[in-house]
Structure formats: C-alpha cells, structure tokens
C-alpha cells in the first residue's frame, strides 16, 4: 500500500487548465482516469487526510504509486480523451459498463452491391444500417417475417447466393415470394436497392407513407376487378400493421428520442435505455457496473453517455436524450453529443407528460435489473470467492491467488509443438491477457523440456519488464533479457499486447506511455497441465531466473490430483471442492486454447505451397500462376517460356518458379517394366536405363511444405 504523499506532485506543479489524469499502480498499469475543468483543484483533491476520502478513492490513491496529466484545450477535448484512454487503458477503477447481454440487431448490409438483411451482434461495420437493440432474436425474426411479405429483400448468406446464382435455381423464399431474387436475375441490382431503402425507411418509422400507397394500390386493384392482387396486398397491409403492434406507441408525436434510467445501490448501478423512433420503442438494453469509486448520478449518466455514444455518428445520435440527472456540467456533454450527430441534441430531464410517464417505465426497468443482477451475483461472488480460499489453503498459500496463470504443451506426434497461457484473475478468465508460443529451442516431443521453455521465456519477459520500470536490476550489473527485446517478440508469444507503460513526458499513446505490454505482471501461482515432472521444470525454470515469490502446482488429468514441487505425493482435493472445480476450469481452457492454436499450425502448413519460398511472388501472382495453369502439376511440367506467358511474370521469375518447384518435386520410384515391380533401390544406384535412381525416401521428403 503506497502514501498518496510519497508521489503527490510538488506544488505550483499541475496547471490550473482543463485536461486529463491518469494514476498508475507500481507495475505502471493505469487504474484510474479522470477529467477536469482545472486539473490543480481536482488533484489537490486526492491528496488531503486518508481519513478524510470516501472509501474506494482511499483504495485508489493508496494503490496508485505515480500521477500524470495531460493539459488540453476545452472541457470538450477533455471528456473526448477520458473516453479514448478508458477504452485504451481499461482502468480498473473507472466505472465500467457491462452489458448484461449480447444484444442482437437488425442489419441491412448496405455495402454490399446486393444488400442483405440478417441479424447481427457485436460491433458496428460500416456502411450497415442497424435498428434495434431487440431483446431477443427470434423477435427479430418474426418482424422480418413479416415485412419480407412487402419488402422482399434478401437475406441469405453470400455462399447460398452464389450457388444459387450458379445454378440459376433461386432458394425457398424466392419461390414463395418472400426474396426479390436478385440471384437469378428477376431484378436489377438497382431495383433490390430500392427495395432495401424502402425497407430502411419503414424501420426508421416512416410507416403510414407506405400503408396509404399499398391502400391505393388496393383500391385500384378492386375497381379493376382484380381480386387476387387485391387480396395480396390487403394481406400485405395486415403484415405491416401487424409488425407495427410489436412497437407500441409510447410518444404521440413521433419523437426520436433515447431515455435513460438508472437504479443503483451503495456498491453497483444498473443502466437501462429505450430507444424511440418514430414514437415507439424500437430497441431496449442494460448495463450494469461496479461502483469503485465515489460518484454522483448525473457522472455515472455521464459514463453511460459515453458508452453509448462513444462509437456512434449521425442519426444514430437522436435528436433528445431524456436522463434522470444531468452531469455537471452538463454544457461539455451536450455539446460533446453535438459533435457526434452533426446537429443539436437536446439533453434534459423530463419533468411531465408522456416523457415522464415512459421515464418511470425505464426506472422500474433498471431497478428490476439490478436486483436481478444481485441475485445472480451473490451466489457467484461467493463462489469464486469460496474456490480461491480453498486453493490457497490446500497450497499452503499466503493469500488467496487473485491471479492464476496456466500453461500446456501441444502438438501432434511431435510435430508443430505450441504452449498456451491463459490467465484467470478473481476467478474469471481474462482472455485479452492470453498468450500462445512456438516451441523454438529444440524439435521433437518432449513436454517437459517444453514446459521449461515457455516458462522460462514468460519469466524473462517478466524480468525485462521490470528492469525497464526501474523495479529490478541485475545484482552483476548486466541487463536482463536482452534476447527478448526489439520490435518483434523472439520468443515467438502471440497474442494483443496487455500490460503498463512507462512514464511518458510527451503524452504520445504509445507502447511506453501506457499502452497494454506483454507479461508485465506476475501471477500469485503458475498452474501447469501435467503432473511431478512438469511441475519439477516450471520450478527449475523459474528458480534459474532467480524468482522465489511464485507458487507452482501442477494439475494430473488421470486422478486429477495437484502436485507441488518436490513432493512424492500429490495432493487430493474433494471432489466436491470447488477448488478443484476452478482448477480444472483453468486447466481445461488452456488445453482448448493450445489446441485451437495447435490445430491453426497444422492447418497452415498443410496449406503451403512451394511457390511461398519465391523471393519477391506474392498472392496476386501466385493466384495468376495457379489460374493460367489449373495445378501445380501442370505449372511444375511447364518450360519457363510457358511460364512467361502469364501476366506479370518476367524470365527471372519464371527460372526462380522452375528451380523452386524442381527442389520440392517428388522423386519418382524406379519401376521394373517387365514386372510392374517398384525397384527398393537405395538413392545413387543404378537403374535399367543406366541412369541413376533416387527414391527419395518419404521421411527425407516429411519436412518439406506442399
């Protein structure tokens, strides 16, 4: 625990301008980052008497062992950086909305040249129109159902379209009416654009335009004494206003508007939001987060604002938003909302009427959702919390083990050897901290040489880190991990950099000014997949880079028993103990995760092709050579004037292509042609001919890349 007075910044020191902090733990991980209109009076804040700050700002300045600020221009800028560097950074005592759900939207993909409407989660592409968030998906469904009747818009995947495009039969729904068909031709590419745009508009709540021409048109059609079509488009109205019930109407003049309620309770907040377009709720979701730090309701509306429209521009901004309190102050905000849309939006509270009365809807929303959420989670939380205590008492451990690192080897018999770490803090897989590594230092199978590699290359990285940071140095006054260093990983870990940073002066987002690093934090107990000899080598390994503060275990798949270092009996844990629940968690997923990674290597080298190894021929000419020819055979049985003749392919190029693919031919066998017999000759005798005859024997030819 560090005292805020030992990094607390000399007075005359921070400026009296807007701008943007960050407070940094002792690995130099931001944990916090907050905004202010005058940088000196909110710091000043933080450091007065420990007794005197609420709880969680106490924990957070006694964590944090550094302080750093950046100065800008407007309170704007301001809450722009904040939200950029809590996406970059993660910081652990930021307040964090998490969505309580996947919600599922509905897309029109209308990038494409034929757009397609499909239900889609995750992040926003652009040039795709969404509208929602739904509840469920299946609601989705049933409202595309319906409006494919009017709107016959395609929805099936791009490999269903192509072969229907190549066979010229169209799908199911193009037979019943419900897709256009624009696979097979029955429309132009721009009349099913069309179609899309009409589509878009009915969901954006332009509806009465289209039930009043599909009313005319019915009319016409009974004066014209065509039933059937009449019939069809009186159908076609009912499916319309049948998909309009599904949104009720909540506002009667057609607002577009977004309301936001928040219920929350000393230690967590939940976040509920309505989206009306058009006058009726076309989408609803939830967030709910951890308070770990002191804030006031109209900041977490601030937060939530942010979340909400961080990575949003245009009409996906409404013209309002409806909050329960306004954030102080509230003109940064709104003029920040401003930006994001392009126009005025208005931001307020709604004091009576239809507004306020939908309000109170999605406060009884929020609150039903905490609850909801504290339920789920007290059982969990106890659990978790239950799980680490009985590991750290079967391990004779000082303290629970908040951060679990796993590792396991992989490979197929001996080939394409790879590790896995995966990483479990409190109890939770923390999968952006994963890594995945090649096994370099030899060939062949041997999981406990393996083991002492990886462990050994994760700990030195560890050691780099800190060196950089000033936290250690070599007692002989070298540097560590010297190997490990430069602008690629030698060690051969892939995964997204996660880590801290180093103090920057220049405020610049780089690696060394906070950015995520690699292994830069060290686990209160290394779990390996296996039993006493590798754990004796994760042990080996880190006692040689001088590393004690560290507890080994190792997990056996057979009995499921744990192994210590040095100890000739395994310990056994209940089977019931939720301990062993939570190790075998950990286990299982780095297995998974070794093996996806494993199966990833093999998959690319049965892929390669000789042609890869051909200095300076890239996909592009590759593909030609494959295109021109039809196969590799044939391109291997080409002269190098044939091999010319494909665009872009010079004579040099060709001679490189003709010896690279002679070296990686098969050596045909001899073959006796009186008898049909395959000659075992050994390579450099004599054939029939009189001409020497190489077998290649195939395990001289395994190693080679096809």
């Known amino acids: 625990m560090a005292d805020p007075s030992s990094y607390r910044p000399k007075p005359g020191e921070i400026p009296d301008t807007p701008g943007v902090y960050r407070f940094r733990d002792e690995h130099r991980r931001v944990i916090y980052v907050g905004k202010a209109k005058s940088l000196r009076q909110r710091l000043a804040n933080y450091f ?135 696979c097979v031709e029955r429309v132009s590419a721009e009349e099913h654009r069309e179609l899309a745009d009409e589509f878009c508009d009915f969901m954006t709540g332009r509806t009465n335009t289209y039930i009043r021409r599909l009313e005319k048109q019915m009319g016409e059609a009974a004066e014209d004494m065509e039933y059937e079509r009449a019939a069809r488009l009186r159908d076609d109205i009912e499916a319309l206003r049948k998909a309009m019930e599904k949104n009720a109407v909540v506002l009667a003049d057609a607002t577009d508007a977004d309301l936001i309620a928040v219920a929350e309770d000393e230690l967590e907040a939940a976040v509920q939001i309505f989206h009306v377009r058009g006058g009726r709720v076309r989408g609803q979701r939830g ?139 409190d109890g939770l897989a923390r999968k952006s901290e994963y890594r995945r590594f090649q096994i370099k230092g030899f060939a062949g199978q041997d999981d406990v040489r393996s083991m002492h590699e990886v462990i050994t290359r994760r700990f030195r990285r560890y050691l780099a880190e800190k060196e950089k940071t000033g936290e250690w140095t070599d007692t002989d006054g070298g540097r560590v991990g010297q190997d490990d260093r430069g602008g690629q990983d030698p060690d051969g870990a892939e995964a997204p950099l996660t880590g801290t940073g180093v103090p920057a002066a220049t405020n610049t987002l780089t690696e060394d000014d906070g950015r995520p690093k690699k292994f830069a934090y ?28 560290i507890a080994v275990c190792g997990l056996a798949k057979r009995l499921e028993e744990v192994w210590l270092p040095g100890d000739d009996d395994p310990v056994v844990l209940p089977r019931t103990s939720e301990g062993l629940y939570l190790l075998q968690r950990v286990r299982d997923e780095a297995h998974r995760f070794a093996i996806s990674y494993q199966r990833v290597k093999r998959s690319k080298r049965f892929r390669s092709s000789p042609l890869d190894d051909v200095p300076g021929l890239g996909d592009t000419r590759r593909q030609a050579l ?21 665009p872009g392919i010079g004579r040099k190029t060709a001679e490189t292509i003709a010896v690279a693919l002679a070296r990686s031919a098969p050596a045909a066998p001899a073959v006796n042609t009186a008898t049909g017999e395959i000659m075992e000759e050994e390579p450099g005798t004599m054939g029939s001919s009189g001409e020497p005859v190489t077998t290649g024997a195939p395990d001289e030819r395994r190693g080679q890349e096809t």
């Open 48 to 182: 007065q008497d420990l007794a005197g700050l609420h709880p969680r700002t106490r924990s957070m300045v006694t964590t944090a062992a550094s302080v750093e600020w950046t100065v800008v221009s407007t309170e704007v800028e301001a809450l722009q950086l904040e939200y950029s560097w809590i996406k970059e950074y993660d910081p652990r005592f930021n307040v964090k909305y998490r969505d309580d759900k996947s919600y599922p939207y509905l897309a029109v993909t209308m990038n494409e040249e034929y757009p397609r409407v499909q239900v889609m989660r995750g992040h926003k592409k652009k040039g795709v129109r969404y509208f929602g968030p739904y509840a469920h998906a299946w609601a989705i469904r049933d409202t595309v159902d319906l409006l494919l009747r009017v709107f016959p818009v395609r929805t099936c995947s791009a490999g269903v379209f192509k072969n229907a495009a190549r066979t010229g039969r169209p799908c199911l729904l193009g037979y019943i009416g419900k897709c256009s068909a624009p």
């Open 287 to 425: 967030w709910v987060t951890d308070k770990v730090e002191e804030i006031t309701t109209g900041a977490l509306v601030e937060h939530a604002l942010q979340q909400l429209y961080g990575e949003e521009t245009g009409d996906a901004v409404p013209k309002e938003v409806l909050v329960p309190a306004l954030p102080d102050p509230v003109e940064p905000v709104q003029e920040w909302l401003t930006t994001r849309r392009g126009s005025g939006v208005s931001l307020r509270i709604p004091q009576r009427g239809d507004k306020k009365a939908l309000m109170e809807t999605v406060q009884r929303n929020a609150q039903q959702a905490l609850v909801l959420h504290k339920t789920k989670r007290a059982s969990d939380l106890t659990t978790r919390s239950r799980a680490l205590e009985e590991i750290a008492d079967a391990l004779d451990l000082d303290s629970a083990p908040l951060r679990i690192e796993c590792y396991d080897i992989s490979h197929l018999q001996g080939d394409d050897v790879v590790a896995s770490m995966v990483v479990f803090e």
């Open 522 to 549: 060290p686990p209160q107990l290394v779990v390996v997949d296996g039993g006493a000899p590798q754990v004796a080598a994760a042990r080996r390994a880190l006692d040689e880079l001088g590393i004690d503060d």
């Open 626 to 646: 494959l295109r021109h020819f039809g196969s590799l055979k044939k391109l291997r049985s080409a002269t190098i004037d044939q091999i010319c003749e494909v």
